[in-house]
DNA sequence: CCGTATCCTCTGGGATACTG
DNA sequence: CAGTATCCCAGAGGATACGG
């Protein structure tokens, strides 16, 4: 815990911005932590395709950019939780418009978006 | 030209978004396009370190995806310009969002890297 | 002015196996 | 359950030079 980040100094607020929620997986991931609390494993299973070592990776990152606190319980079985920070929760309503403009590109190009299931307990 | 896009699948709207938005330098380009209209050698002076090769290939790659339109006119010198088109218009609220979250978080860091007014104590 | 053409480096991300 | 540990590679991005 505790790099902050080390990535080259931003240009620009886009820079910035785009510098941590980039990649592949952290716009998914973080939009769906805005649903509330998750466990590892939930995110796994929601973000298809994840592999266990960049799940961790990017889970790291994300709070490392202070965008995620993860929470360990030291149970049996272990339990670890992930939530967004204050920070973080701000960026939802920008990945809100983004996820609407997609499912409306998505739409007007014939695309149908997979059906994401989430559930047990 | 024309090929629309040949990604992998997007397995929903956020992924499918940040397929064409993502990378180092898009989301700047057309934030820097949502100004107006703009001349390659603008873009190329707005955007710090890019090396021609980079921005001739996000460029095209924007106009594949119908983000932005490229207009030559066959002139001496030649200039060729580009604007958003609705679609990629329609991403700039987003932007503009996350353009003012990178803002709060760098001046929360105490970063100053914009040539840009500000007010502070 | 607006790009192409080469060549090259680096790292984000993947495959697979193992552990507290 | 929630991760680590290795090994590996395609491709994003960079450096440099040239062309219509």
């Known amino acids: 815990m505790g790099k902050i980040n ?3 100094p931003a240009t620009c607020p886009v820079d910035y911005a785009f510098q941590r929620i980039g ?3 952290k716009g998914r991931i973080l939009w769906f932590l805005g649903d509330g609390v998750k466990r590892y494993g939930q995110i796994r299973r929601s973000i298809s ?3 266990p070592k960049m799940l961790t990776q ?3 990152e994300l709070e490392d950019d202070r965008l995620i606190t993860r929470t360990v319980y030291y149970e049996v079985p272990p339990r670890v939780e992930y939530t967004l920070t204050e920070t973080g ?3 939802i309503p920008s990945i809100q418009m983004i996820s609407t403009w997609g499912q409306a590109q998505m739409q007007h190009q014939g695309i149908t978006a997979m059906p994401l299931e989430e559930g047990e307990e």
């Open 6 to 8: 080390q990535a080259p």
């Open 49 to 51: 395709g994840i592999t």
């Open 23 to 25: 990649g592949k997986y």
């Open 89 to 91: 929760r701000a960026l």
């Open 58 to 60: 990017v889970l790291r």
